[in-house]
């Protein structure tokens, strides 16, 4: 079979011209587009050489006619031997025969459109990180660093998230783009794929391979893989997030520490200072330290005395601190006066409006301005931070004029622009290429609640579709992060089962790290109380107990682009059921693990893939499944999993899975008086 192929008897190439509104707001987009488009393709030429093919010729359906090539070469790439590369140029009919011109003449036609074959039972995964489907047949998807959203996907209000210009198939080949301009995938013909790119030349890559782990391998390893965690955080236990200054700081950790909980390190994001707007309290977004941590060097000395690393948290936006009581720094002044802020190209500055306040973007497309905050960041390097969050990224106008380009073509571009070879920092948004400037990535600010378009529900589907595009190490808040107040009423408070259940599953993720929230005063948090503490405590050792098995997956991840938590599919590529499940994952090869995202549900049904699998005892359970053998490719049932006890398997005579079983029943037995 071909590995790729257009639709005989059809045209492959059209162009479009597109009227666009873009609507922005706190960093969301959303594109409304008219589109008239039209072909006419006709071959006029065909040059084989080599592994080459090109064809050239005219689309005579559109006014004025345009003249394309369109190549494909067989890649001699070390890295990805197994790979075609396409490229398509479009050009006036006075241009160059080859369409090899700086500013082709192509009039008001600014869009190419590739259309290929699909089969109608063809999956499509990937397309970073993705929530609610896992499996985007049958979509059309447009591909646009975006702010998550709140409450998104809801008829509401809210957008999706999407970031990656890539998909893997399961007929076994993987397809990316290296653009960065808007682009949308339409999957929604069961025959037939449609790439919309918002550009008169596209460039993409076809990778092949055996299976869909081997695909993610063949594409990090054109793209870049993730590195690895440093071996406080893989060998350490819970990241708290905590927030109120030193006192309240070290109150919430004693709190904590009474019950033994492993702590490898306090996240501060308040470090900067706080105030309170509509309802909210937000951070100074002014990258110095805050009068409220004046104890910070004896703060961090106490930490690290412990073996407890500090954590801060950062943006590349700026806000004007001259209303502020005490300040050292003016970085949102400094930045303005050196030009190193973003502006439309009306010449007025961007300014994004985030609840209550605006912020000037530092344009990093500016050498200057990318080593200015690439200073202000190692900072906090400077006074004891081993890490930080690297929040937002997705809000780059598509009006705006940078120093070195354009919004359109920066907007997806934006978050690429990383540091390297710095400590650990983790990151929401994100591009193409992202991976190989990352220690980490996080799935967002998800809704305190339990549903499937912005809660507990969407994390597992998260991490399973970015693990496809190479994003091989992700975690959540635990407990989630946003919800809301109107007047008396609570929206989204975090309750107390919610977050058992959010500890339950991030034990199970690379990193074990907790929020506060947005609202921090609707919320219960592992310090709220003893049962809060224990659960946050049992779950952050259980997390340490599969820490042998990480080190070997992080590896795997740093040195062949393998995610950690992975879709059933990649372990089991011969069961075709698997591909359909998106609420359980592998922990490599040697743990399943099936999350309980449901409120108030003792049992959840779990896919056993074939074979004899063991289920792992944290106590005893009425109803545990013990062995479970399957004797077919397609296994469901319904096992035991009330709250504090996950459905978590493991292979029969598997050595990892016998090991965590021991250092499991060890934690219980030491904190069998706690639970009962």
Not at 87 to 114: F, H, I, M, Q, Y
Not at 236 to 254: W, Y
Not at 325 to 341: I, V
């Amino acid at each position: 079979d071909p590995v790729w192929q257009t639709i005989p008897g059809e045209e492959f190439l059209l162009v479009a011209q597109t009227v666009w509104n873009v609507f922005e707001k706190h960093g969301s987009f959303d594109v409304k587009e008219t589109t008239a488009s039209c072909s006419g393709q006709a071959i006029d030429r065909v040059d084989l050489q080599g592994g080459s093919v090109r064809l050239s010729g005219v689309l005579h359906g559109c006014e004025p006619p345009l003249r394309y090539m369109f190549t494909i070469v067989q890649s001699n790439s070390s890295s990805s031997p197994s790979q075609l590369a396409i490229s398509v140029r479009l050009c006036g009919l006075s241009d160059e025969l080859d369409c090899n011109v700086a500013k082709p003449s192509t009039g008001p036609w600014t869009r190419v459109l590739l259309a290929f074959s699909s089969t109608e039972d063809e999956g499509f995964y990937g397309f970073g990180h993705q929530y609610s489907l896992v499996d985007l047949k049958g979509t059309r998807l447009p591909i646009l660093t975006n702010e998550q959203g709140v409450l998104r996907e809801t008829p509401f209000l809210g957008t999706l998230l999407n970031t990656y210009l890539q998909y893997v198939s399961s007929n076994n080949y993987s397809l990316f783009i290296d653009n960065t301009e808007f682009v949308v995938f339409d999957m929604r013909d069961s025959k037939r794929v449609v790439i919309e790119l918002n550009a008169t030349s596209l460039s993409a890559g076809i990778l092949y391979a055996r299976t869909p782990l081997q695909l993610i391998e063949e594409y990090t390893a054109v793209t870049g893989r993730m590195r690895g965690l440093p071996n406080w955080l893989l060998d350490g236990g819970a990241v708290v997030g905590m927030q109120g200054g030193s006192e309240v700081v070290l109150e919430k950790m004693r709190m904590l520490e009474k019950h033994g909980c492993p702590i490898a390190g306090i996240w501060l994001q308040d470090w900067v200072g706080k105030r309170h707007l509509r309802g909210l309290s937000r951070l100074w977004w002014n990258w110095e330290l805050d009068e409220s941590y004046s104890d910070w060097p004896s703060l961090v000395t106490d930490l690290n005395g412990r073996g407890i690393q500090l954590l801060t948290y950062v943006n590349p936006h700026l806000t004007d601190v001259s209303t502020k009581p005490s300040f050292t720094r003016n970085m949102y002044k400094e930045a303005l006066d050196a030009g190193y802020l973003m502006r439309h190209c009306s010449g007025e500055l961007v300014h994004l409006g985030s609840f209550g306040f605006d912020a000037g973007i530092v344009d990093l497309s500016n050498p200057a301005a990318f080593e200015w905050m690439k200073d202000v960041v190692r900072s906090q390097l400077r006074i004891g931070a081993r890490g930080w969050m690297a929040d937002f990224g997705e809000a780059v106008p598509f009006d705006a004029c940078l120093h070195n380009g354009t919004g359109v073509e920066w907007h997806n571009r934006y978050p690429v622009e990383g540091l390297e070879d710095e400590v650990m920092f983790f990151t929401r948004a994100a591009g193409q290429g992202s991976a190989r400037h990352t220690t980490l990535q996080w799935l967002g600010d998800q809704m305190t609640t339990w549903d499937a378009f912005d809660g507990i529900a969407t994390v597992v589907p998260g991490a399973l579709s970015g693990g496809f595009s190479g994003i091989a190490m992700t975690h959540s808040d635990i407990g989630g992060y946003t919800n809301m107040q109107l007047g008396p009423w609570k929206i989204a408070a975090r309750e107390k089962e919610l977050l058992m259940r959010w500890c339950e599953l991030s034990a199970f993720e690379p990193v074990y790290r907790s929020h506060e929230g947005c609202i921090p005063s609707l919320n219960v948090h592992p310090w709220t109380d003893d049962d809060t503490a224990i659960t946050f405590t049992v779950f952050a050792k259980v997390h340490l107990a599969w820490a042998p098995y990480k080190r070997q997956l992080v590896e795997e991840a740093v040195a062949q682009g393998r995610p950690v938590m992975r879709h059933m599919w990649l372990m089991f590529p011969q069961h075709k059921a698997a591909r359909d499940v998106t609420t359980q994952f592998m922990l490599g090869s040697e743990l399943l693990v099936a999350p309980v995202v449901t409120r108030g549900a003792g049992k959840v049904k779990v896919y056993f893939p074939r074979g004899c699998w063991v289920q792992v005892e944290f106590r005893p359970v009425a109803g545990e499944a013990g062995l479970l053998c399957a004797a077919d490719d397609d296994v469901v049932r319904e096992v035991a999993a009330p709250l504090g006890h996950p459905a978590v398997f493991f292979p029969q005579g598997s050595a990892v899975g016998a090991a965590f079983q021991a250092r499991v029943s060890a934690i219980f037995t030491d904190h069998a008086a706690d639970l009962t």
